[in-house]
């Protein structure tokens, strides 16, 4: 179970407000072929001791019989709720069916962003599911925008 992640940005003039994009090209190095999805994760270092319920509950939409939440908004928010947000990037896909990729072969996507603040802006980890055998992997990196 290995796979190699390659990353890049094609613009690297980002703006506050205007969309930009993260290519991937995820190589499945096993012999083994997988069926991959792809969520974008939550912050797991941040104190989440103090929590909002309706901020941090998911809205949930169903596709295909698949469930995708966003976390971090709610109905009632009228944008003054700050707790437990990522202040830094808007992500515009949380969560991208890949499909089946064979063994020794990759796939590319994108992942679609807004900035919210200038500065340093760090993306989000991310996990890929592999349905066929029912395991998650958590792609750390260290891929910062200007």
Not at 21 to 33: A, Q, W
Not at 46 to 74: C, K, M, P, Q
Not at 78 to 86: I, W
Not at 112 to 128: H, N, Y
């Amino acid at each position: 179970d290995a796979f190699r992640v390659d990353m890049k940005v094609s613009r690297t003039d980002v703006k506050l407000g205007e969309p930009m994009v993260v290519s991937l090209r995820i190589f499945n190095l096993s012999l083994e072929p997988r069926n991959l999805m792809l969520f974008l994760a939550q912050d797991e270092h941040r104190d989440l001791t103090v929590r909002d319920e309706s901020v941090n509950s998911a809205v949930v939409s169903d596709l295909n019989g698949y469930s995708f939440g966003v976390w971090g908004i709610s109905g009632e928010d009228d944008g003054t709720v700050k707790l437990n947000r990522d202040y830094s990037l808007l992500a515009v896909d949380g969560g991208l069916a890949l499909g089946e990729i064979f063994g020794q072969h990759a796939v590319d996507t994108e992942l679609r962003f807004v900035p919210l603040r200038e500065g340093c802006l760090k993306v989000p980890f991310w996990k890929l599911y592999d349905k066929t055998n029912g395991k998650w992997y958590t792609c750390a990196h260290n891929l910062r925008l200007l």
